[in-house]
């Protein structure tokens, strides 16, 4: 009995898979431009990387006998002792777990997440080599299964809500998809929606990710470990203002407190699917779901327009200018105003078959 495909017909894919050619042609001609061995820049930022640290970065000391210093040092001393014992033991603990060995003394999570960010960067090792695991918030859905490190099987087709992103992704194996596209989404709610939407079949083969906002960092290892592992064409849903683009430059270029780890987090290849800044006044977005952008909107805004990356993103450029001119911001929920399915029938699938990504 023949099998009839529930997504779209071949020709449907047509562009995507041009597009993902693309992408690994030119994968293969920065490998084979790359001097081997070595740093691979002294500047900030990489197109091919994002943002990285430098070479000559400045340091910072922090001595037993200083006055200022010492809680932190003695805190420091501490966590290492703690990761020596998880390391000797081959046991995992997480940040929370750390942190809650003696709330007091560290007086709160963040103390414990920086520190050991500064052990990372310091020993040059990731997190997950210090044997502390993260606890992971994000989500995935659509043609993709795997096995995780303690046998489980993981199906993530067909799930009406959601699968929680694994706290070990190096520790999956067997991972087998056939997506012809990954879609990130930035906000549980677009997430679930799509999902309501039955998204994931009817644009099938795909997979789709969310980080439920600032994507952890398990979040951000698996979207890289599926397009080192399959070269999936990647594509950011996120809300039209300067948070939502904010978001989508983390997947993308990395953020500074992880630059250290910026080989192992950074996916260059994702392209900006929408909500477009443009698409607002295209799509003849009704006028009263627009938002005024805040004064603090306007300070993160006028924080990208200056940052390396978007120099080599001239679209990029002209999209985030349209909405410091503009001075409005629209949610993706703004598509509903069209009609209540909008986005899953017609913008995202017409924006995947027509190649209308930056």
């Known amino acids: 009995m023949a099998l009839v495909p529930m997504g779209p017909e071949a020709s449907f894919f047509e562009v995507l898979d041009q597009h993902r050619a693309s992408l690994v042609a030119a994968l293969r001609r920065r490998s084979e431009e790359s001097p081997p ?29 200083s006055p200022k210093s010492a809680q932190n040092f003695a805190l420091i001393l501490k966590i290492l002792s703690m990761i020596y014992k998880l390391v000797q033991s081959n046991t995992y603990a997480t940040k929370r777990d750390i942190y809650y060995t003696d709330s007091q003394l560290f007086g709160n999570q963040t103390v414990v997440d920086n520190i050991i960010n500064d052990v990372s960067c310091m020993l040059k090792v990731p997190r997950r080599s210090l044997h502390i695991l993260s606890t992971s918030k994000g989500l995935i859905a659509g043609s993709l299964s795997y096995i995780e490190e303690d046998g489980t099987r993981v199906n993530c087709t067909g799930c009406s809500t959601g699968v929680a992103v694994p706290s070990n992704i190096q520790g999956l194996r067997n991972i087998i998809t056939d997506a012809k596209f990954l879609l990130i989404v930035e906000k549980d709610a677009t997430f679930q929606r799509l999902l309501d939407d039955n998204f994931c079949s009817k644009m099938s083969p795909c997979i789709m990710v969310t980080g439920k906002g600032v994507p952890d960092l398990n979040t951000r290892l698996l979207v890289r470990k599926l397009w080192d592992s399959f070269h999936i064409p990647p594509f950011t849903l996120v809300d039209a203002d300067p948070h939502g683009i904010e978001i989508m430059c983390i997947y993308k270029y990395g953020s500074m407190s992880m630059s250290f780890e910026a080989h192992n987090l950074t996916v260059p290849a994702i392209r900006w699917l929408g909500l477009l800044p443009s698409d607002i006044k295209r799509l003849n977005i009704p006028k009263n779901t627009f938002i005024p952008l805040t004064k603090r909107d306007q300070m993160k805004l006028d924080s990208i327009l200056k940052r390396p990356y978007v120099t080599c993103q001239p679209f990029w450029r002209k999209e985030l200018e349209i909405m410091a001119n503009s001075k409005i911001k629209a949610e993706i929920q703004a598509l509903t105003f069209i009609s209540s399915d909008y986005l899953s029938r017609v913008y995202l699938p017409n924006k995947l078959k027509f190649g209308g990504w930056l």
């Open 37 to 65: 061995g070595g740093p691979r820049s002294t500047s900030g930022f990489e197109d091919s990387v994002g943002l990285q640290m430098i070479s000559n970065c400045s340091t910072r000391k922090i001595r037993s006998d």
